[in-house]
Nanobody, 122 residues
Framework: QVQFVESGGGLVQPGGSLRLSCAASGFTFKTYPMTWYRRAPGKERELVAIISSTGGSTDYADFVKGRFTISRDNAKNTVYLQMSSLKPEDTAVYYC???????????????WGQGAQVVVSS
């Protein structure tokens, strides 16, 4: 059974930092690219960052480039999202999932975790 457990969310002031973690299980983690998505209130889910199966390549949505860093630990089946210079518009629930391939960036599994709530507010 595929499972994702996100953690590390919270309330942070604008300009602050948070580190999210996502522990994955139920599939061969090291063979999949992994992604972070987010869903802001009233908006569709959007892709934030992607990392290749080995961790050698990363890519980011324009709205987080230079501020967020995705990484992974294949020994721990965990993917991370280091978020810096946070803005109020980064407020959202953050989710992780595997994707089918680097080019076909569609969620590989129908299972989703509970997400990590991030609130950026003064």
């Amino acid at each position: 059974q595929v499972q994702f457990v996100e953690s590390g969310g919270g309330l942070v002031q604008p300009g602050g930092s948070l580190r999210l973690s996502c522990a994955a299980s139920g599939f061969t983690f090291k063979t999949y690219p992994m992604t972070w998505y987010r869903r802001a209130p009233g908006k569709e889910r959007e892709l934030v960052a992607i990392i290749s199966s080995t961790g050698g390549s990363t890519d980011y949505a324009d709205f987080v480039k230079g501020r967020f860093t995705i990484s992974r630990d294949n020994a721990k089946n965990t993917v991370y999202l280091q978020m810096s210079s946070l803005k109020p518009e980064d407020t959202a629930v953050y989710y992780c999932n595997a994707v089918l391939s680097w080019t076909l960036r569609r969620a590989a599994f129908d299972s989703w975790g509970q997400g990590a709530q991030v609130v950026v507010s003064s």
